[in-house]
């Protein structure tokens, strides 16, 4: 059987991330976490990926993307060079969901209960996150959304232990201080998180178009306006 190596891109939040995955296993990564270096960083983590693995880029049998929600210019960034990569090099685009990658991520580095549900969180706004809440075998329990968080939010899951985490979880500590089903667990995203989904896609067949494919923004962009006039 041929190799199966994947690119994996993630860009959607403060984390410029590139991983190589062989045959279901990360042989490489690189990555830097900080605000606005995806634009002029990510092109050169991924030559110097290739290079550190010893892989030419017509090895590479597809390239996953986190699609969203999250950051619109990281978003677009990321997804803007894995349809070019896939346009060069004529191979499978996978569109991965950034929420369920960090869900999937979080599990392959901890021992979580089989009861627990997972909550990853991305910053928004203010209260607001991009979240969804998932169980322990990555099945949905409550589609992605941007949600006002508040104390009452997850009242109808008393009953479990809730796991949040994600750049938009620390915000809420203080919020369930007094909530003792809810804990926190230091997170941050990185492309290694979408191995998981992204060889099952490819093994699947679940590919992209990559003529039409555009990020998972949720929320439109808001461009701010000038007020001052245009004489």
Do not use: W
């Amino acid at each position: 059987m041929n190799d199966q190596l994947i690119l994996l891109l993630e860009t959607a939040t403060s984390s410029c991330s590139v991983a190589l995955s062989e045959n279901g296993k990360i042989i490489a990564f690189k990555e830097a976490n900080e605000r606005n270096i995806h634009a002029s960083h990510i092109t050169l983590f991924i030559e110097e990926l290739m290079i550190k693995a010893g892989k030419k880029y017509s090895d590479l049998k597809a390239v996953a993307v986190s699609k969203g929600p999250g950051s619109y210019t990281g978003l677009r960034i990321g997804v803007s060079t894995a349809k070019g990569l896939c346009y060069a090099l004529d191979i499978p685009l996978l569109g991965i969901d950034t929420l369920e990658a960090m869900a999937s991520g979080l599990l392959s580095q901890n021992d979580i209960e089989d009861s627990d549900l997972l909550i990853p969180m991305i910053d928004a706004r203010r209260m607001e996150v991009y979240t969804g809440i998932f169980q322990n075998d990555l099945k949905v329990i409550e589609a992605v959304s941007a949600k006002i968080v508040d104390a009452s939010s997850f009242d109808e899951f008393k009953s479990k232990k809730l796991v949040l985490f994600g750049d938009g979880a620390s915000k809420f500590k203080e919020l369930f201080s007094d909530q003792n089903n809810i804990r926190f667990m230091d997170f941050t995203n990185s492309a290694k998180d979408l191995n998981f989904l992204a060889c099952r896609k490819l093994s699947n067949g679940e590919t992209e178009n990559v003529a039409y494919f555009e990020p998972f923004y949720l929320k439109d962009f808001l461009l701010t306006k000038s007020t001052k006039s245009n004489d």
